[in-house]
């Protein structure tokens, strides 16, 4: 939009856009990497009754510790962790922020590889902190020996991996995140807002957590919980980082409600979770399909695949939205991402690409 010359904005924000995927109502939604299937009814009332009896209390400010979230949250990732060691907020986007706002700002740098997240450089600018992007391989995997290089080269107080990576995929060998860690002499951030899509075998960051105090894993509860309206993310790490974050959130920044919901929906994880392998399977599946179709696809561990290449990417994408499906047009040039829904929206979309793009 074009901004009136009166509007006192900071001049690195004149010309910027708010982020945010399309919104169009059509009738097949993939590209937000929602989790397609909603709570049971069951589930549904008891977050409604949760909800409920936390309106009773609105007129009290909320328990601006989450403490008995963070417990729930620490029970369910498991590794010996404790309350002290998890934070939550609005989102991981949210949380990062956070992370932005403590350990980055002004004099301060952070690093991360591209392609990866969009909204780490917006994170980065908001907070006043410098920005330096690394290149990933052509496959997307993490070149290891040129990221350890800039890391020792640039000496950030903040490093974000990514893992699984948006929007390729990709995940990352622990091997990788310990030598990344070995070089950076500030906090290592390991996004894990896709975990629990990951194949088997592929191993989480919580795992080195204890002999690693700077390194921070955060996750959300909006993709394998199917509760991306409730707007829940939290980070583990050691207590000391968790107190520091503490130091930057806005007061009772996580309101009764949001603490409520999600709490009951920690009660109905089980429910929740159970159709993350049908997910996978449904992902595993759709990459073998474009594939065949000759297209270049991403090994992903998450409820999403890349896929490609295009010569006029927007033109494939506007077409699909013509019929009905809506992925998204995001990453390297010449590559589209389309998230996973259940097996009749797969349906659509693949008979909506061959109409598009016929191989």
Same mark, same amino acid.
Not at 130 to 140: C, E, P, Q, S
Not at 228 to 256: E, F, K, N, Q, T
């Given at each position: 939009?074009?901004?009136?010359?009166?509007? !006192?904005?900071?001049?690195?924000?004149?010309?910027?856009?708010?982020?945010?995927?399309?919104?169009?109502?059509?009738?097949?939604?993939?590209?937000?990497?929602?989790?397609?299937?909603?709570?049971?009814?069951?589930?549904?009332?008891?977050?409604?009754?949760?909800?409920?009896?936390?309106?009773?209390?609105?007129?009290?400010? !909320?328990?601006?510790?989450?403490?008995?979230?963070?417990?729930?949250?620490?029970?369910?990732?498991?590794?010996?962790?404790?309350?002290?060691?998890?934070?939550?907020?609005?989102?991981?986007?949210?949380?990062?922020?956070?992370?932005?706002?403590?350990?980055?700002?002004?004099?301060?740098?952070?690093?991360?590889?591209?392609?990866?997240?969009?909204?780490?450089?917006?994170?980065?600018?908001?907070?006043?902190?410098?920005?330096?992007?690394?290149?990933?391989?052509?496959?997307?995997?993490?070149?290891?020996?040129?990221?350890?290089?800039?890391?020792?080269?640039?000496?950030?107080?903040?490093?974000?991996?990514?893992?699984?990576?948006? !929007?390729?995929?990709?995940?990352?060998?622990?091997?990788?995140?310990?030598?990344?860690?070995?070089?950076?002499?500030?906090?290592?951030?390991?996004?894990?807002?896709?975990?629990?899509?990951?194949?088997?075998?592929? !191993?989480?960051?919580?795992?080195?957590?204890?002999?690693?105090?700077?390194?921070?894993?955060?996750?959300?509860?909006?993709?394998?919980?199917?509760?991306?309206?409730?707007?829940?993310?939290?980070?583990?790490?050691?207590?000391?980082?968790?107190?520091?974050?503490?130091?930057?959130?806005?007061?009772?920044?996580?309101?009764?409600?949001?603490?409520?919901?999600?709490?009951?929906?920690?009660?109905?994880?089980?429910?929740?979770?159970?159709?993350?392998?049908?997910?996978?399977?449904?992902?595993?599946?759709?990459?073998?399909?474009?594939?065949?179709?000759?297209?270049?696809?991403?090994?992903?561990?998450?409820?999403?695949?890349?896929?490609?290449?295009?010569?006029?990417?927007?033109?494939?994408?506007?077409?699909?939205?013509?019929?009905?499906?809506?992925?998204?047009?995001?990453?390297?040039?010449?590559?589209?991402?389309?998230?996973?829904?259940?097996?009749?929206?797969?349906?659509?979309?693949?008979?909506?690409?061959?109409?598009?793009?016929?191989?």
């Amino acid at each position: 939009m074009s901004r009136p010359d009166w509007v !006192p904005l900071r001049d690195e924000l004149r010309d910027a856009e708010p982020y945010g995927a399309p919104q169009i109502d059509v009738p097949v939604r993939l590209n937000t990497n929602e989790n397609p299937y909603g709570p049971s009814a069951e589930t549904a009332d008891d977050i409604a009754r949760a909800v409920g009896e936390a309106a009773v209390d609105l007129n009290r400010y !909320p328990d601006r510790e989450a403490r008995e979230l963070r417990e729930g949250l620490a029970a369910y990732l498991g590794h010996g962790l404790t309350a002290d060691q998890v934070w939550a907020a609005n989102g991981s986007n949210e949380v990062m922020q956070q992370v932005l706002q403590a350990f980055g700002g002004p004099g301060r740098t952070a690093v991360s590889f591209a392609p990866t997240y969009s909204m780490y450089p917006e994170y980065a600018r908001n907070t006043h902190t410098r920005w330096v992007t690394g290149r990933r391989r052509d496959d997307f995997e993490l070149d290891l020996d040129a990221a350890t290089a800039l890391v020792a080269q640039e000496q950030p107080e903040v490093v974000i991996l990514t893992s699984p990576n948006n !929007p390729t995929g990709t995940a990352l060998p622990l091997e990788q995140v310990r030598a990344v860690l070995d070089v950076a002499p500030g906090v290592v951030v390991v996004d894990e807002a896709y975990a629990e899509f990951r194949r088997a075998g592929t !191993p989480t960051a919580l795992e080195l957590l204890p002999d690693h105090p700077r390194l921070l894993v955060t996750r959300t509860m909006s993709k394998a919980f199917a509760f991306a309206g409730g707007r829940l993310g939290y980070v583990a790490a050691d207590a000391a980082i968790v107190d520091a974050l503490r130091i930057v959130r806005l007061p009772y920044h996580l309101s009764s409600v949001s603490q409520a919901a999600a709490l009951a929906a920690l009660r109905h994880a089980d429910e929740l979770l159970a159709r993350v392998d049908d997910l996978r399977a449904t992902r595993d599946e759709t990459a073998t399909w474009l594939t065949g179709q000759g297209y270049e696809v991403a090994a992903s561990d998450a409820n999403f695949v890349l896929f490609g290449r295009f010569a006029d990417r927007h033109a494939v994408w506007q077409a699909l939205v013509d019929r009905g499906v809506l992925i998204r047009e995001t990453g390297p040039d010449g590559w589209l991402r389309v998230s996973i829904g259940t097996p009749a929206e797969m349906s659509t979309f693949r008979t909506a690409l061959k109409e598009v793009d016929p191989r």
